[in-house]
């Protein structure tokens, strides 16, 4: 419709005033009526950090306000959760010495990028396990015994074989508990209030899988098999959960006495100053390593990394994709082999034992395609591609066929969602297996697939490479991230009995527990380790990642996207040394960068180091979409080369010059290794830099947004909000509406963000409550809707009828909030405001 638009929108735990959320903060509440009784709006979460030495006593300044203490976090964070309406949390954010009061938003569910249905007692998991070379310190009898880890995520399946078969002090799943239960999900107001217990059996199954990873001993075997485990449900069966119920199951791990915590979850475009991010620095201080996922927003480019893996103390993990995958197989007679399968969408997956109906190519099966067979009666084959796989999967349907089938239009396997059932088998399969069965039904040989319960490895094209969804950093704040990779992307591990045992699942989810399986090893083999000292011996013997776009020219993967590359476990283990900092930030510029490096010598033997660096692909342009530069950085050492003594310590000052033909704007970075003489092992540290003024990313610089308009509708199941335009003159009723919002298209993760209201007549001024540390936008027209009705909540009467504008406020990435050069700000026309 003209002048209409549809923009997504977050889950409505998350419509807060101005919140910091993960995605698309499209903040809107149902329209209050102004000028009524004043109404304060339902009582929500908060999050209230208090400033340094404070603590809660703070809040007896507000004794008179109606608030309740949830829980107060002072072992893991300076600050408590509150319940109570956003004016109360407005008054409680002015108290002296409460540093800020954070919206508790929302932690998406764990998405499960790829899944194979089960095929029990294949250890594909083992690929992944010789990858990191945990099968070596197996070996030696390295495996993780006496010590402990921590799994926050859905629960664990603590009946299962290969994680002990049950659940209490003699069991390898000894502790945990439910913090939520089953039916929680934070995203429905009907269900986020949590209904914890002390069982954490899993009903999602992710958690499962993870643990998994981590220390499956039968079938399959992870990285540490010998480990015992804390189960810390924070998700229901479905759905989201909450900042205040991770940091609960965090300070619960840490009074639990967990060596090692995995999280494999985390909230996109983040900054490491948010609660969860510096409450897992906490739990490193208390001498607990800490593991999280880096994200999945690899596809929604540079800056998209997740809290709390971007918390300065926390080992962010990278994805790459295992060599094979396993899946479902069928057997095709014609073909004289198995090729490898998966169904689409929830449609009933074929039955062991029966067979297609022979295959007819139907071709692209778009809507306005031309059909290229007759397929009544028969099974469909058709390719991916244009259309969406309901329209593909209808369109065979409706003339007659009796199986579908797709094959990719690009290499590798594929999963797919959005199709409702018709009682008609639709599955997907490789690029290279449908051109096979598409070349035999052009000649006539019609073939058929028999599903006999087999199962096949699959090959990945970006087996070795990193995952095409692992998260770029580095952090909002420049610095770091993320600190080293490991095997994420199909991936054979353990899910709940009554799901089938085994899945292959993708995903940072599942890269983040080799990595804490790992340091379980290091903590075996050495208690001492501190988990600074276990993050530098997993990043300084990584292996480097080539990258994977163009892997014929030989250049490394982006250091903000594979760290110091992917963790070898028993050059970890033998390491004589050590370098320091494993990951640098060189800030921006356009000049030379300089930073030290420390070297440690943990030898009986003194020995020769030589300094060498090699350069890592450029990320240039656009941070949604960018593209990549080889230029080369020129690197000096100063010493370039040293002899360690036994117990010695040495700085190396590193200069890097960016290549003169780097384009501002890239991201830029590089490996640096000092290299022993004789068969000692290798240490690397990382680092990655601006090219350019960072100040100079534009935020609001968009050629739609802002702009004003006007709430048509919300979708009560996506939550998306549909919009029109303004037209000229219109006036809105702070009673009746239309609704009125600014959509605003942030280019970048602003330092702060101010919106206000003007009164063109009188020349009063009303302000949002200002919000900091904000995501960006994550797609290129991905907008945020900035709702009049928030202010009505937060200032109520505030408004009254007359000629106003709206005007936004951003303070850029590392501004400072006294510079008015650091700031942009926008104004709208003027609206009218009626009774």
């Not at 954070?102 to 089960?118: I, K, N, Y």
């Amino acid at each position: 419709m003209p002048g209409h638009r549809t923009l997504r929108t977050l889950p409505a735990a998350w419509r807060r005033p101005l919140a910091a959320a993960v995605a698309l903060p499209l903040l809107a509440l149902a329209a209050p009526a102004a000028q009524a009784e004043p109404d304060d709006g339902p009582a929500q979460v908060w999050l209230v950090e208090f400033g340094e030495g404070a603590d809660a006593s703070v809040l007896d300044a507000a004794r008179d306000l109606d608030f309740t203490v949830r829980h107060d976090f002072e072992r893991i964070w300076n600050g408590v959760s509150v319940e109570a309406d956003p004016a109360t949390a407005r008054r409680l954010g002015q108290l002296g010495h409460v540093e800020r009061v954070w919206s508790d938003v929302v932690f998406t569910g764990p998405a499960r990028l790829d899944r194979a249905p089960e095929a029990a007692g294949v250890p594909e998991l083992a690929q992944a396990i010789e990858t990191t070379r945990a099968d070596v310190a197996h070996d030696r009898g390295i495996t993780g015994e006496g010590v402990k880890v921590g799994v926050i995520d859905t629960g664990i399946d603590y009946t299962h074989p290969d994680l002990g078969g049950c659940f209490g002090d003699d069991c390898r799943v000894a502790w945990g508990a439910d913090f939520v239960g089953d039916e929680f999900d934070s995203d429905d107001p009907e269900l986020s209030e949590p209904d914890p217990d002390d069982d954490p059996a899993d009903c999602g199954g992710h958690g499962t899988h993870v643990a998994g990873i981590v220390g499956a001993d039968g079938q399959v075997t992870g990285v540490a098999p010998d480990v015992r485990f804390g189960a810390y449900k924070v998700f229901g069966c479905e759905g989201s959960t909450s900042a205040e119920v991770i940091m609960h199951a965090l300070e619960t791990a840490l009074d639990d006495g967990m060596d090692v915590v995995n999280l494999s979850l985390g909230q996109s475009f983040q900054w490491p100053g948010y609660p969860t991010a510096k409450a897992a620095d906490t739990l490193t201080r208390e001498g607990v390593v800490v593991v999280a996922s880096m994200g999945n927003d690899g596809e929604s480019g540079v800056y998209s990394g997740s809290a709390p893996g971007v918390g300065e103390d926390v080992i962010a993990v990278a994805s790459t994709d295992n060599p094979a995958q396993r899946m479902d197989a069928a057997h095709v007679p014609a073909l004289d082999r198995l090729v490898g399968y998966r169904a689409i969408g929830e449609t009933e997956e074929p039955e062991t034992g029966t067979a297609t109906d022979p295959l007819v190519w139907l071709g692209r099966a778009c809507a306005d395609d031309a059909s290229e067979g007759d397929v009544d009666g028969a099974a469909a084959l058709v390719v991916r591609g244009t259309c969406t796989f309901k329209e593909k999967y209808e369109r065979a349907v409706a003339e007659g066929a009796t199986s579908v089938v797709v094959y990719n239009d690009r290499p590798g396997p594929f999963g797919g969602g959005g199709v409702e059932d018709l009682g008609v088998p639709i599955i997907a399969v490789t690029d290279a297996d449908g051109k096979d069965l598409h070349d035999l039904a052009a000649i006539g040989e019609a073939p058929v697939l028999e599903f006999g319960g087999d199962t096949v490895l699959v090959d990945l094209p970006r087996g070795g490479f990193a995952s095409s969804f692992t998260a770029y950093g580095p952090a909002p704040d420049l610095s770091f991230k993320p600190d080293v990779a490991a095997p994420g992307g199909g991936i054979w591990s353990t899910v709940p009995v009554a799901d089938g045992s085994y899945e292959a699942l993708s995903g940072t989810s599942m890269s983040s527990p080799h990595v804490a399986g790992a340091a379980a090893l290091l903590l075996q083999d050495d208690p001492r380790l501190e988990p600074r000292e276990v993050r530098t011996r997993l990043a300084n013997s990584a292996k480097p990642v080539l990258w994977g776009d163009n892997p014929d020219l030989g250049e490394l993967e982006a250091a903000h996207r594979q760290g110091t590359g992917v963790i070898d476990v028993v050059d970890a283990l033998d390491a004589e040394a050590c370098l320091y900092p494993t990951g640098v930030n060189t800030g921006d510029g356009t000049g030379p960068r300089t930073f030290e490096l420390t070297l440690t010598s943990r030898d009986r033997t003194a020995r020769d180091y030589t300094l060498t660096h090699r350069s890592t692909i450029a990320t240039t342009g656009d941070d949604r979409d960018p593209g990549f530069s080889a230029a080369e950085p020129e690197v000096t050492f100063e010493p370039r080369e040293l002899r360690l003594y036994p117990g010695q310590t040495a700085t190396v000052e590193v200069t890097v010059e960016p290549a003169a033909d780097l384009p501002d704007g890239s991201v830029f970075g590089g490996r640096i290794t000092a290299r022993p003489d004789g068969d000692g092992e290798s240490l690397t540290a990382a680092y990655s830099g601006y090219q350019g003024d960072y100040l100079a990313i534009p935020v609001l610089e968009h050629p739609e947004f802002p702009s004003l308009a006007a709430v048509v509708a919300q979708d009560p199941e996506t939550h998306e909000f549909e919009y029109r335009d303004v037209e000229v003159g219109e006036a809105f009723s702070l009673a009746d509406g239309p609704a009125l919002a600014a959509l605003v298209y942030l280019g970048h993760q602003p330092a702060a963000m101010e919106v206000s209201a003007a009164n063109a007549d009188t020349g009063e001024v009303v302000a949002w409550d200002p919000e900091s540390l904000l995501p960006r936008s994550p797609g290129p027209d991905d907008a945020m809707g900035v709702h009049l009705e928030d202010l009505v909540e937060q200032r109520p009467n505030a408004l009254e009828p007359g000629r106003w504008t709206l005007t936004v406020k951003v303070l850029k990435a590392l501004g400072d909030e006294n510079d008015p050069a650091h700031w942009e700000q926008w104004t709208s026309p003027e609206f009218t405001l009626t009774e």
